[in-house]
T-cell receptor, first 110, second 117 residues
Framework: ELKVEQNPLFLSMQEGKNYTIYCNYS?????LYWYRQDPGKSLESLFV?????AVKQEGRLMASLDTKARLSTLHITAAVHDLSATYFC??????????FGDGTTLTVKP | DAGVTQSPTHLIKTRGQQVTLRCSPK?????VSWYQQALGQGPQFIFQ???????QRGNFPDRFSGHQFPNYSSELNVNALLLGDSALYLC????????????????FGDGTRLSIL
């Protein structure tokens, strides 16, 4: 059974700082997603990572994938308050069947 | 272009009752997946429908059933409700061929918040 683990589960950081969220998964997969969820809202897709070594960047967020290590990272650069949300990684084993981690709740303080 | 729409937004039921949740996929999408998200947890896959058939299923009991209609919309039915069924139920849509080979993620609706008393 595929397991997806994120750490940390809770992250409090100051504006302007950098930090990395880690996502480990237990079985082979070549498709990994990062989502953002604001309180009481649905999931917003951030990145789709399809191959080993894939790196994608959008604004202050950068995601990477190492399929050999079964590890993905979400790096936050110079955090701002608007980035406060819960971030999920999800791994596909079959098309459309995503297994999610428990999420990392990020709070950015001024 | 409407995204994924779900109804109702909120629902309160009592133990033992039955509930039906509805989902209309994003225009152009033909595949619908349902997820259960308990408070403070990540979404858990319930099942997926394509061509009006259940294609994949997660670890959920038979009390959870679904249907997909010719217009690709879908329903999730839960019988004999338990307190533990209280959760946010999310519907996600995608295009089947993109899901297999493409790079497009699923699109999620805003969910139905189900509370069991």
């Amino acid at each position: 059974e595929l397991k997806v683990e994120q750490n940390p589960l809770f992250l409090s950081m100051q504006e302007g700082k950098n930090y990395t969220i880690y996502c480990n998964y237990s079985t082979t997969s070549d498709r990994l997603y990062w989502y953002r969820q604001d309180p009481g809202k649905s999931l917003e897709s951030l990145f789709v990572l399809l191959s080993n070594g894939a790196v994608k960047q959008e604004g202050r967020l950068m995601a990477s994938l190492d399929t050999k290590a079964r590890l993905s990272t979400l790096h936050i650069t110079a955090a701002v308050h608007d980035l406060s949300a819960t971030y999920f990684c999800a791994v596909d084993t079959n098309a459309g069947k995503s297994t999610f981690g428990d999420g990392t709740t990020l709070t950015v303080k001024p | 272009d409407a995204g994924v729409t779900q109804s109702p937004t909120h629902l309160i039921k009592t133990r033992g009752q039955q509930v039906t949740l509805r989902c209309s996929p994003k225009s152009g999408h033909d595949t619908v997946s349902w997820y259960q998200q308990a408070l403070g947890q990540g979404p858990q896959f319930i099942f997926q429908y394509y061509e009006e058939e259940e294609r994949q299923r997660g670890n959920f009991p038979d009390r959870f059933s679904g249907h997909q209609f010719p217009n690709y919309s879908s329903e999730l039915n839960v019988n004999a409700l338990l307190l533990g069924d209280s959760a946010l139920y999310l519907c996600a849509s995608s295009f089947w061929r993109q899901g297999i080979r493409g790079n497009q993620p699923q699109h999620f609706g805003d969910g139905t918040r189900l509370s069991i008393l």
